[in-house]
C-alpha cells in the first residue's frame, strides 16, 4: 500500500535535516579552530628590568657572642642565668663557694708573716739567742751543779707565748668556725628559672652560721698564727740555753748584757728575701682567686648556653652571651662569580626556615682560595654582614644568601620557559606570528637571567608573541633541565620583575629552561 505524504510535512523535515547537516560543519569548523589556537601557551616579549643574582647557602655567626668561664678554681655554688635570661655588662652570672678560697688567702698571709719575721731574724741575728738579765736566779741540779739562768726572760718568754694562745684564739676561732660550718651559703634554689634577673638579688637569700670574715679579719689571724709560733719559738729558745748551760756543768755565760753576738749572714738574708718574695706572690695569687669568686657578664645581651651547674667545677664549662648588634654569614663564592662581587655590594640573607630576607653588605672576599678545594672551580670564603638586632640569625645555623652580580633596566626580555640555551650566551625561542598555525624557531642572543625572566639582547624585539608550551606535547618521564647560558655563573633567584607583565603566560618560578 503506497502512503503518500502531507507536502507540507515533507518540507519541514527537509529544512530539519538540512539545519543538521549545517550544524554539524559548524561545530566541526569551530572545534578545529579551537583546538588550533589554544595548542600554543605564548607570552609577549615586553621592555623591562632584570636582576640576575647569585644564591648560596652559608654558616651563621654573630660577631658579638662571648663566653664567659671562671679565671679560678673551686666549686660552683650559684648559677643565676639561665638560656633566655637578659644581661648586662657586670651582672653576676655564676658564683663559688669562696671558703676554700678565703683559707687559701689565710694560709697565704701566714706564709707572708713567717716569711717577714724570719727575714728579720736573718737581719737581726742576735734577737734570736737569749739573753741574761741582772735579775737572775741559781738552780742546782740533781747532780749537784749550779746553774744560774734568766728568770725574768723566761717569764717573759712564757707570758708571751700565752699571749700568743690567746690572741690566735680570738683572732682566728670565728674564721675557722665560718670555714668549718657545713651550713649551706644556699638555702633554696640552684639555678635560676629562665625568667630570672641576672642579678644576684634575684637569687634565694643566702643563710650562714656565721658572717663572712673580711680581708682584714683574714690578715689579722694570719698574724696572730705567726706571733705563736714565734713566741714558742722563743720560748723553746730560752729552754734549749738552760738545758745546754746544766749539760755543760756550769752557770749561765754571764749574769747581764747579751750572751752572744752573730755576724749577719748575707746567704740568709738573700734566701729569706726571696722565701718572702715566693710568698707575697702566692698571697697575690690567692687574693686574685677569691675576687674571680664571682664570674661577671663581660657584655650585654641574651644568655645562649649555660655549661655550669651547682656544685661543678670552677673547669666544668662557661656561660656564653650572645650581644646585640651584626651577624656574620660566611659563603663560598666560585672563581667564575668572584669577579662580579665587590666589597660594599648589598645582599639579602634570608634565615633557615623563613621567608623574610634581612639586608645585608659584602664585607670581605678572599684573596686566596679555600683550603681544600680542588678541580677546576676553586672557591673563595666570602662573608656578609647583616644587621640583626632581634637575633633571628643564631650562631652556627644556615641562612641564604642572594647577591644581585647583574642588573639591567628597558631591555627586551622574555619568560625563561620560553628560551631553550644553545650554549653560552645564545638560544632559541619559537615566535608566533600573527595569525599563523605554527611558530618560528628563531635564534637569539641572552643577557642577564634573574626572576624568571631572561634578557634578549639580539634576535627578537619588544612585541613579538613567544611560545611557553605546546599543549598538545606530552609531558617527559625524565626531562633533564640545563640553566640558560648566562645564568651558568650563577644561581639565578627572585629579583626585579620587569616593569609590564606577559600576556597569556603564567608566572615562571625559577631560571631554568624547557
Not at 665560718?178 to 637569687?203: F, G, I
Not at 740555753?241 to 738573700?270: D, L, Y
Not at 656574620?328 to 672563581?335: G, N, S, Y
Amino acid at each position: 500500500m503506497k502512503l503518500t505524504m502531507n507536502p507540507r510535512l515533507r518540507a519541514v523535515l527537509v529544512a530539519a535535516v538540512a539545519l543538521s547537516v549545517v550544524a554539524a560543519i559548524g561545530i566541526g569548523v569551530a572545534n578545529a579552530t579551537t583546538t588550533t589556537s589554544s595548542r600554543w601557551v605564548t607570552a609577549t616579549a615586553i621592555t623591562g628590568d632584570v636582576t640576575q643574582n647569585y644564591v648560596a647557602t652559608g654558616s651563621i655567626s654573630r660577631k658579638n657572642t662571648v663566653s664567659a668561664a671562671f679565671a679560678a678554681s673551686g666549686t660552683v655554688n650559684k648559677v643565676l642565668v639561665s638560656v633566655g635570661s637578659e644581661v648586662s655588662a657586670g651582672d653576676v652570672l655564676a658564683t663559688l663557694d669562696t671558703r676554700s678560697l678565703k683559707l687559701a688567702v689565710l694560709e697565704a698571709e701566714t706564709s707572708v708573716a713567717r716569711a717577714e719575721l724570719s727575714l728579720y731574724n736573718a737581719r737581726h741575728p742576735s734577737t734570736s739567742t737569749s739573753t741574761t738579765s741582772s735579775k737572775s736566779t741559781q738552780s742546782k741540779t740533781p747532780t749537784g751543779v749550779t746553774v744560774t739562768f734568766d728568770l725574768a726572760g723566761l717569764n717573759a718568754a712564757g707570758k708571751r707565748v700565752t699571749a700568743a694562745v690567746s690572741g690566735q684564739a680570738a683572732a682566728c676561732d670565728p674564721i675557722m668556725a665560718w670555714v668549718n660550718d657545713e651550713v649551706s651559703t644556699t638555702s633554696t634554689t640552684t639555678e635560676a628559672s629562665p625568667s630570672a634577673s641576672a642579678t644576684p638579688s634575684a637569687s634565694a637569700s643566702t643563710t650562714s652560721s656565721s658572717a663572712d670574715p673580711s680581708e682584714a679579719e683574714i690578715k689579722a689571724c694570719a698574724t696572730a698564727r705567726v706571733e705563736l709560733t714565734a713566741a714558742d719559738s722563743a720560748l723553746q729558745a730560752v729552754l734549749a740555753a738552760i738545758n745546754k748551760a746544766a749539760s755543760a756543768g756550769s752557770s749561765s755565760p754571764s749574769t747581764g748584757g747579751s750572751s752572744s753576738s752573730t755576724k749577719v749572714s748575707a746567704g740568709a738574708v738573700a734566701s729569706a728575701k726571696a722565701t718572702l718574695l715566693q710568698a707575697e706572690q702566692n698571697l697575690q695569687s690567692a687574693k686574685d682567686d677569691l675576687a674571680e669568686a664571682e664570674l661577671l657578664a663581660p657584655i650585654s645581651g641574651t644568655i645562649g648556653t649555660v655549661g655550669l651547674s651547682k656544685g661543678d667545677s670552677a673547669s666544668a664549662g662557661s656561660v656564653t652571651i650572645v650581644g646585640t648588634g651584626d651577624a656574620v654569614v660566611t659563603i663560598e663564592v666560585p672563581l667564575k662569580t668572584r669577579g662580579s662581587l665587590s666589597i660594599g655590594a648589598v645582599a639579602k640573607v634570608t634565615p633557615a626556615g623563613s621567608l623574610t630576607a634581612l639586608d645585608g653588605k659584602v664585607t670581605s672576599i678572599n684573596l686566596l682560595e679555600t683550603s681544600g678545594t680542588s678541580g677546576s672551580s676553586p672557591t673563595y670564603a666570602t662573608t656578609i654582614a647583616v644587621a640583626d638586632p632581634e637575633g633571628r640569625l643564631a650562631s652556627g645555623a644556615k641562612a641564604s644568601v642572594a647577591i644581585p652580580i647583574k642588573a639591567v633596566t628597558g631591555v627586551v626580555s622574555v619568560p625563561v620557559s620560553a628560551v631553550t640555551p644553545t650554549g653560552t650566551g645564545t638560544a632559541t625561542v619559537k615566535v608566533l606570528a600573527s595569525g599563523a598555525t605554527t611558530p618560528t624557531t628563531t635564534t637569539v642572543k641572552t643577557g642577564a637571567v634573574g626572576g624568571g625572566w631572561v634578557e634578549i639582547t639580539e634576535g627578537l624585539t619588544a612585541g613579538q608573541v613567544v611560545v611557553l608550551a605546546d599543549s598538545t606535547a606530552e609531558i617527559p618521564a625524565n626531562a633533564t633541565r640545563s640553566r640558560t647560558g648566562s645564568s651558568a655563573s650563577s644561581s639565578s633567584s627572585a629579583s626585579t620583575k620587569p616593569s609590564s607583565t606577559a600576556t597569556s603566560a603564567p608566572q615562571p618560578s625559577a631560571s631554568a629552561s624547557r
